[in-house]
């Protein structure tokens, strides 16, 4: 769970700081209408803090099929849940492999989704339908790609077929691979998107400063184009990070239960401790777990990429970079042309 | 301000329909006292025929109570399961529910359904209308059963006949071992013996579990798992070596589900399919084998043994098929009564079956079937040496370790080998899995 703070902008229209006497209260932090955070705040109550709250307390409590129609009453176990999810069950194993996919396909499709971007960046006929395209693995539900996908890969599948391979690609050790190809297919076009949406912002004077002053395609792409994307790129390497672990729907579809141990993923674990193993309580102090272990890293991350600044701290890096960018280009220029 | 006005009442009065389509969905048919909200299972196989009997259910439901069906339906085990959680926290929700009969003790453990009384028998029309086989799995004693048995779908193998034929098979077998030979008999070239479906998600326990009844071994005696006796170990052994050791299943099979070990059979490339049933008829029907088949018993000697030994179990099959439960949180128990009266009649039992396969649990139903359909005798047979799985709250658990054990054993099966070591390993887990949800059970598991 992350939460965006944002204060007023203190910027000028022109982009100066204002000018503040010293001793005096900063306006963002004066007369401030927060009662207008109010149904904000309820909401995020509503949705975000009761459920918790619930399902923290359905973790302390010996839940399961027996017990389930008297649910407020189920036997008190304090945090023997905790502990069991941690210490006598395959959660840590199956954390492992959750994580490792989501940052392995994250991985893969940031540079897939970015490349495609690009290349539907400029003006060209039939852009719209390439654009188009490149969205289908993304609207495709998840069950009709991981009933597709299942059915190439059967051993006499059409993988095993033009790969000329005899590899078992639903069980064993090469399900890893199976699972991560597949969360790849379907989630670079994410990515996709969000660098689409990075690029839209890059405005065409830039690029034409740039240009004007001798940059290459590769200065242009480095020193103008990425720094738009920043934002944009780890916004997607979040949300890209978290889909990825919460999946539950490919890995259950492409390997039904039970499945191999090698892509015993987090969601489907508590999936099965709720839903076969009936263990209601366990599987809440499961997802509880996996919560906090990784939210940790997701926090530094958050903290590292800086996107909970506001407005201080992205659109002026982007700014200086880019003004730094159009007066390195002329340098660099001069540079490859003396190479030249 | 007249704009503003528009504006607001327009918001209003779109609040105000979503708040009232909320009630509706929030409420459905489950405050309407004349309403019957029944849960099936999908029909995949024969969608228009499902429908097409709803209708005529409902249709003849409301011309004998002039009660109106609501069909509510789930695609997988888990759908159900997740239907009857909610229902069971929320105390609202289907009133009758048609659940696997393995699903039943799970149903039972919650508490949720109505345990049938004299009373209740007598409002569907007698107990003695049932083949008394059939009340195998509806409880954990005669005096505390929920589940009314709605249909049968007892195990059996299919047989090639003309393929057996060739290979000089006249009798069908009756070891597990001869079964093992036959199969060997009838391997030939892109022929195999047996189509089987490792990769399936419930084939695999299903045959753990007749050899080791065979052999005495319920798997789960009391509160004690025997997953790790000797046993189950022969009868995982049998399972892997048919397709590592003996050459009589087709190497793929180790990926396959049972729809594709029954497209291996239908092509005529298999001599035996064994755990299979009625509900497959319709599939053989204009295929390969269409004409060349027969039902036969699965074997009931265990693999090693030429004859069962003392305390060995004659299970043909698991208690197989469907039951209905009534769920005692809602206020329409007389309409749901009526409801499985309806469909417990012998003229409703055999139009189920001719519509979708399953065996009556009617018993004139079923004798006039076996009397009218001389091929269905195996399967009838069957059904009456079926045997019930452990009565527990905990054999959902259990289940999932025995088909566990196969599936973290394919890639081993793939190279051609699961030693005994890994075997043993595996057990080992799945036994301490087992009886740890042994441990758990409360109310003795019920």
């Keep these: 769970m992350t939460t965006t703070q944002t204060k007023p902008s203190t910027r000028r229209p022109d982009g100066h700081q204002p000018v503040r006497p010293h001793g005096t209260t900063p306006l963002y932090k004066r007369e401030r209408p927060l009662w207008m955070l109010l149904p904000g705040g309820l909401l995020m109550l509503a949705i975000i803090v009761v459920p918790l709250l619930v399902g923290f307390f359905i973790a302390m409590l010996d839940l399961d099929q027996y017990t389930l129609r008297q649910w407020f009453s189920a036997p008190f176990v304090g945090f023997a849940n905790f502990t069991e999810a941690v210490t006598n069950s395959p959660l840590l194993h199956s954390i492992w492999i959750s994580v490792s996919l989501a940052v392995l396909v994250t991985a893969v499709t940031v540079p897939i989704g970015v490349a495609a971007a690009i290349s539907t960046q400029n003006r060209f006929r039939g852009r719209g339908l390439v654009r188009s395209v490149y969205l289908i693995p993304y609207v495709l539900p998840a069950f009709v790609v991981g009933t597709f996908f299942r059915t190439m890969l059967q051993p006499q599948g059409v993988v095993n077929s033009v790969l000329h391979t005899d590899v078992l690609w639903l069980n064993g050790s090469a399900s890893y691979w ?50 738009y994307l920043r934002g944009p790129l780890s916004l997607a390497v979040i949300i890209a990070i978290l889909h990825n672990i919460n999946n539950f729907t490919l890995p259950f579809v492409l390997f039904g239960i039970p499945l191999p141990s090698s892509v015993e993923v987090m969601p489907v674990l508590t999936y099965i401790a709720s839903f076969q193993s009936f263990r209601f309580g366990l599987s809440a102090a499961m997802a509880i777990c996996s919560l906090v272990i990784v939210a940790i890293p997701l ?24 003004d730094r960018a159009v007066l390195a280009a002329p340098a660099a220029a001069d540079v490859e042309g003396a190479r030249a | 301000m007249k704009t503003r006005t528009l504006i607001g009442s327009v918001v209003v009065v779109a609040l105000a329909t979503l708040s009232l389509q909320g009630c509706a969905i929030v409420n459905g048919s489950g405050d309407d006292p004349n309403t019957l909200r029944v849960m099936m299972g999908a029909d995949t196989t024969y969608p228009d025929q499902r429908k097409q009997w709803q209708r005529d259910t409902a249709a003849e439901f409301k011309r004998t109570t002039g009660a109106d069906i609501q069909w509510e339906t789930y695609s997988s085990g888990q759908e159900e399961l997740t239907a009857i959680q909610t229902s069971v926290i929320s105390g609202q929700g289907p009133d009758v529910y048609a659940i696997g009969t393995t699903f039943t003790p799970t149903a039972y453990a919650t508490g949720a359904f109505v345990r049938m009384g004299e009373e209740q028998w007598d409002a569907i029309g007698g107990k003695d209308q049932f083949d008394p086989a059939s009340f195998g799995i509806s409880g954990p004693s005669a005096s505390k059963q929920i589940g009314i048995p709605f249909a049968s779908r007892p195990f059996v193998m299919a047989v090639n006949t003309d393929l057996l034929a060739q290979a000089g098979i006249t009798e069908m077998p009756t070891t597990w071992d001869q079964l093992t030979a036959d199969a060997k008999a009838t391997t030939t070239g892109d022929r195999h013996g047996m189509a089987i479906a490792y990769a399936d998600g419930f084939d695999p326990w299903k045959f753990i579990w007749g050899m080791s009844e065979n052999a005495g071994n319920t798997i789960v005696d009391g509160s004690r798992a025997e997953l790790d006796a000797d046993a189950v170990q022969r009868a995982y052994r049998t399972y892997f070596d048919w397709v590592t050791k003996d050459g009589v299943v087709d190497e793929a099979a180790i990926g396959w589900n049972n729809a594709q070990a029954l497209a291996q059979f239908t092509d005529g490339k298999a001599a035996f399919f064994p755990m299979t049933t009625t509900t497959a008829i319709n599939s053989f029907t204009g295929t390969e084998v269409d004409g060349k088949y027969a039902f036969a018993l699965l074997p009931t000697v265990p693999p090693g043994a030429t004859s069962r030994p003392a305390g060995g179990i004659e299970a043909a099959s698991i208690l197989s098929g469907d039951n209905f439960v009534v769920a005692d949180y809602g206020t329409k128990q007389d309409l749901s009564f009526e409801f499985i009266k309806q469909l417990s009649t012998k003229k409703a039992q055999l139009e189920y079956y001719d519509l979708f396969g399953n065996l009556p649990t009617n018993v004139d139903a079923a004798a006039q079937l076996a009397a009218e359909n001389p091929q269905l005798k195996p399967i009838i047979d069957a059904g009456r040496l079926s045997k019930p799985t452990a009565f527990t709250g905990a054999w959902s658990d259990i289940q999932l370790a025995l088909v566990d054990v196969v599936v973290q054993s394919i890639p081993s099966l ?10 043993r390993r595996r057990l080992q887990d799945a036994q301490r899995d087992a009886q740890a949800t042994l441990d758990r059970q409360k109310n003795g598991g019920l």
């Design chain 1, 299 to 322: 926090f530094v991350y958050l903290r590292a990429v800086q996107l909970d600044t506001g407005d201080d701290a992205g659109p002026n890096r982007k700014q200086r970079r880019a």
């Design chain 1, 178 to 227: 199976a699972l991560a190809g597949v969360m790849v297919w379907t989630s670079w076009p994410f990515v996709y998107l969000l660098s689409l949406a990075g690029l839209q912002a890059v405005d065409l004077e830039v690029h034409e400063a740039a240009s004007l002053d001798g940059a290459t395609w590769w200065i242009k792409l480095r020193d103008v184009v990425f720094p």
């Design chain 2, 414 to 423: 793939k190279r051609g080998e699961v030693t005994d070591d890994q075997l």
